[in-house]
């Protein structure tokens, strides 16, 4: 049976959503955020990690990637001790890497090159919706995790479907045990980078032996002339059970929170925004006890922080699923600086926050139907998956010059 008033109240909704987008592209600066865990993008190189401690760690060339076949080129010395910058400095050395094997052409995966593009031109077409709805172009910014190496960053920036946003990428490599990292990607036309550099976690397991994990990144610089930095996150899993794995990430935390401390020290209206794969919820902790973020812009306090998931994560939404329960590690952190509850787009602010869940993303059959489509299920490999999480986005809006 045909109802009116829900037809009637649709189409508001339309006309106002579809005015609005109007106006934000027309009044309105806009620039889109996003942030994708993307699920083990590994290349299909048998690799080590080669670390040059006669550079800074924040050198790009100071740890990279090179094919173990070729250890033999390269300067190097025994190495037995944690991995620290300050036992490295003057060394050169070689890191082996473990748990690449299955994503290896002999591994149990089949890992291949054709396999491989698939991959990242599944990841790519995905990263160029995120906003487009309301700003009509793919992400100025792109956070990313669970990248292998720089080289992968590069191959989704020259992508099909993004080769034509022009994305420069940063990326350092950490000592996370699997070899997986953090990176950014940015429209070069639009982002200017003032300043690059990781921070390292630094955990410890009960004999005191260091547990390695990914690096957070800072990036900070000008987008549209105005100064933003951003903060990429991939925080130690659940792996080993969520409560025994809390000090991990309250110790990730606890960098993270250091890191916009030293910023606003230096400028108290610092915009900030932390984004990632925090591997806890809006209510865990980690985010609760130490940023007590509010979730509504008219709640956050002049030297607070703003979780725009919090609303979302109330509703039951969430950026993946696991045992039937569905989980939102995937979020944004700002400063109040970033939050308006005037409409003062004066400056950049954030005007929403969404979950990028369309149903082509999603599995449509069998026990995991609703939950994200992966392009593995074990080492079934299925050519039209993704990941294991939905992608977040945040735009950023600002009155047109």
Not at 180 to 209: C, M, W
Not at 359 to 370: I, M, R, V, W
């Amino acid at each position: 049976m045909f109802n009116f008033n829900k037809y009637l109240t649709l189409l508001i909704i339309f006309i106002l959503f579809s005015t609005l987008t109007v106006k934000a592209q027309g009044k309105y600066t806009s620039a889109a955020v996003g942030f994708y865990n993307v699920e083990n993008i590994f290349d299909t190189i048998k690799s080590v990690g080669y670390v040059d401690g006669t550079l800074k760690f924040n050198d790009p060339n100071y740890h990279i990637q090179i094919a173990e076949a070729d250890i033999s080129k390269y300067q190097t010395e025994e190495f037995k001790q944690a991995y620290t910058y300050e036992n490295i400095n003057g060394k050169k050395i070689i890191r082996p890497l473990i748990l690449q094997d299955e994503f290896l052409p002999n591994g149990n995966k089949k890992w291949n090159t054709e396999k491989y593009f698939q991959k990242i031109n599944n990841i790519s077409k995905v990263i160029s919706k995120l906003g487009a709805d309301v700003t009509g172009s793919a992400p100025v910014i792109v956070g990313l995790c669970e990248i292998e190496t720089k080289a992968i960053m590069t191959d989704i920036a020259n992508s099909k479907a993004l080769k034509k946003y022009d994305y420069g990428v940063v990326h350092f490599n950490s000592f996370d045990a699997r070899g997986v990292d953090t990176g950014l990607l940015y429209q070069k036309s639009r982002f200017k980078v003032i300043d690059a550099k990781p921070h390292t976690i630094y955990n410890y397991d009960e004999n005191g032996n260091r547990k390695y994990t990914r690096d957070i990144l800072q990036v900070t610089g000008l987008l549209d002339g105005e100064e933003i930095t951003f903060l990429v996150n991939h925080w130690p899993s659940r792996s080993g059970g969520e409560k025994a794995t809390i000090p991990a990430r309250l110790e990730s935390a606890k960098v993270m929170k250091g890191i916009f401390d030293d910023l606003k020290a230096k400028n108290p209206n610092a915009k900030i925004i932390a984004m990632g794969d925090f591997n806890d919820d809006p209510i865990s902790p980690s985010i609760k006890n130490t940023f007590n973020p509010a979730g509504e812009a008219g709640k956050v306090e002049a030297n607070g922080f703003y979780d725009p998931m919090i609303p979302l994560y109330k509703k039951g939404a969430g950026t993946l699923a696991y045992r039937d329960s569905w989980n939102l590690f995937d979020q944004f952190i700002s400063t109040a600086s970033l939050v308006t509850a005037t409409k003062d787009y004066s400056s950049y602010k954030i005007f929403k926050t969404e979950i990028f869940n369309k149903d082509y993303l999603k599995a449509t059959e069998g026990q995991y139907k609703g939950y994200p489509n992966r392009m593995w299920s074990g080492d079934t490999y299925r050519a039209n998956g993704y990941s294991d999480h939905f992608p977040v986005y945040t735009i950023l809006l600002k009155e047109a010059k």
